[in-house]
C-alpha cells in the first residue's frame, strides 16, 4: 500500500493506492525456487536424492504446507494383479499430521489427483478439495486442513512418468501463472529423469552385454562342448563299442541339440519381440486344449522327479488367440514349474471363464522366487538368486517371451502372494479388439 497526502485550500486530502502483489511475489518466490531446484537436481546423487531436493525446495520456499512427487510404476503387483500404479517418491510436509491422507501408492485413474493427471496427461487443479465428491483421498486432505490441490505431469519422451503435487490451506481459483510456474519446473524435473534414465540405460546395457556372454558360456558353448566330444567318440569307437552304448551316446547328442534348438528359438523369439514383429495370428482357439496338449509334453519330466501334475480345467474356454503362442506360454509355465520344483513336489494348473476373461493359473511347491527379486523377474536374461545358488541351468529369456505374448492378447501376467513356491495368475480377454493383431 502507498499513501500520500496533499495539502488542498480546504485542508489535507489523503490518497491511499493498494496493489495485490500475490503473483509479482510467488514470480520472485519462483525465481529462488527454480535456482534451489537447479542447483539440487546437479547435486542429487540419485534420484530419490532428487526428488526429496525437488519437494522441499518447492514447499519450504513457496508456504505449501504438502508437496509431492509421484512417479509411475507400469508393472507394479497390486492384490496379486499388475496394474499402472503411482509410487511417492518424495513428500515434504513438516509439521502436517497426515492421517488418512498419507499413502505411498496409488492406483492411476480417477479417485485421486495424482491419478487423474497421469490418466488425463494433463495439468489439473482442485480449487476446492471437499468437493472433489470423487476422491476420498481429496477429502481426506480437506480434513486435515488441505482446501487446493495443482498437480502438475512430469514428461519424459511425450509421456507422462510422474506428477508434481501441491497442496494449499485456503480454497483458490485457478492461477496461469503460478500453473505455468509449476510447469517449468517438472520440465526441469522431466529432464533429469530422461538423464538418470539414459545412464542406467548405459549402466543396463552393460550388464546386458555381460549376461548374454555368460549365456554364450553357458547355454550355448557347454552343449555345443558335449556335442562334439560325445559325436568325435562315437566315430573314433564305433567299431569297438556296442549297440547300447552307440545309443546312449546318440540320445545324448540329441539331448544337447535339443537344448541349443530351445535356446536359438527364445534368441530369435527375443530379437522379434525388440523389433516390433513378435506376430499374433488369433483364431477361436480352446485353450483347455492347449493346456492339455502342454501338460502331456511334461509328463515325462513330471515322472522322473516324482512330481504330481494335476489340472482343474472345465470341458472348453473358447476365447480368441494365437494357438501356437499361447501353447508357448503354456510350456514355458509348465516346463519352469517341472524345473524348479524339487522332488516329490506338487504342480497346479486352474483356469477359470468368466463371460469377458479367462484366469489361468499354474502354481508349484518349487524353490520360489524371493520377494526382493519379484519386480526384476521380467527382465531378459535375469535368473532368480535361487535358482542360481542351485545351478538350475537356464537363459532367463523364458519368462520375457511369455509376458510379451500375454500382452499382445491383450492379457496381464504376475505372481501371486504366497508363502510357499511360484503362483504365476494369467489374465486374458476372450476377444481381442481389432487393432490387437498389428501392435
Not at 21 to 29: E, F, G, H, K
Not at 34 to 55: K, N, P, Q
Not at 358 to 384: C, H, K, S
Amino acid at each position: 500500500m502507498t499513501v500520500t497526502i496533499i495539502d488542498e485550500p480546504e485542508g489535507r486530502v489523503l490518497h491511499g493506492f493498494a496493489r495485490d502483489m500475490t503473483v509479482d511475489q510467488r514470480v520472485r518466490r519462483f525465481a529462488a525456487v527454480e535456482a534451489a531446484i537447479s542447483r539440487g537436481l546437479v547435486e542429487a546423487d540419485s534420484s530419490a536424492d532428487a526428488a526429496a531436493r525437488v519437494t522441499e525446495a518447492l514447499g519450504s520456499r513457496m508456504g505449501w504446507p504438502v508437496t509431492e512427487l509421484w512417479l509411475t510404476d507400469a508393472r507394479h503387483q497390486v492384490a496379486g494383479e499388475q496394474q499402472r500404479v503411482l509410487t511417492c517418491a518424495a513428500r515434504y510436509a513438516p509439521g502436517m499430521e497426515l492421517g488418512d491422507f498419507a499413502a505411498e501408492e496409488l492406483t492411476v485413474g480417477p479417485t485421486t489427483v495424482p491419478g487423474r493427471v497421469v490418466a488425463q496427461a494433463r495439468t489439473i487443479w482442485v480449487p476446492h478439495l471437499a468437493a472433489d465428491t470423487a476422491s476420498p483421498r481429496s477429502r481426506a486432505a480437506d480434513r486435515i486442513g488441505l482446501h487446493v490441490a495443482v498437480g502438475v505431469p512430469v514428461a519424459s519422451g511425450g509421456r507422462p512418468i510422474g506428477v508434481l503435487c501441491v497442496y494449499g490451506d485456503r480454497i483458490e481459483d485457478p492461477d496461469k501463472t503460478l500453473t505455468a510456474l509449476l510447469t517449468n519446473i517438472t520440465a526441469q524435473v522431466g529432464q533429469y529423469l530422461e538423464r538418470r534414465r539414459a545412464e542406467e540405460l548405459a549402466v543396463e546395457l552393460a550388464r546386458t552385454k555381460d549376461e548374454f556372454l555368460a549365456l554364450v558360456t553357458h547355454e550355448l558353448r557347454n552343449p555345443l562342448s558335449v556335442i562334439s566330444a560325445e559325436a568325435t567318440m562315437l566315430e573314433e569307437e564305433i567299431d569297438e563299442i556296442g549297440p547300447d552304448e552307440q545309443r546312449r551316446r546318440i540320445r545324448t547328442i540329441i539331448r544337447n541339440a535339443d537344448h541349443l534348438r530351445v535356446v536359438s528359438d527364445d534368441l530369435l523369439d527375443l530379437a522379434r519381440l525388440e523389433s516390433g514383429q513378435l506376430s499374433l495370428e488369433p483364431r477361436r482357439t480352446d485353450l483347455c486344449q492347449i493346456i492339455r496338449e502342454s501338460m502331456q509334453a511334461v509328463r515325462a519330466a513330471a515322472g522322473d522327479k516324482n512330481l504330481t501334475v494335476d489340472a482343474a480345467l472345465p470341458g472348453t474356454v473358447r476365447l480368441q488367440g494365437d494357438p501356437n503362442r499361447l501353447r508357448q506360454v503354456a510350456d514355458n509355465l509348465l516346463s519352469n514349474a517341472v524345473k524348479y520344483t524339487p522332488a516329490g513336489g506338487a504342480v497346479t494348473i486352474r483356469v477359470d471363464a468368466g463371460s469377458d476373461e479367462v484366469v489361468w493359473r499354474v502354481a508349484d511347491t518349487g524353490i520360489g522366487i524371493p520377494e526382493a527379486e519379484r519386480p526384476q523377474l521380467f527382465r531378459r536374461f535375469f535368473r532368480a538368486s535361487s535358482a542360481v545358488d542351485r545351478r538350475i541351468p537356464g537363459t532367463g529369456l523364458g519368462l520375457v517371451i511369455t509376458r510379451a505374448i500375454v500382452e499382445r492378447h491383450e492379457g496381464t501376467i504376475g505372481l501371486a502372494d504366497g508363502e510357499t513356491g511360484t503362483t504365476f495368475v494369467i489374465r486374458l480377454p476372450r476377444r481381442l479388439t481389432e487393432q490387437a493383431p498389428a501392435r
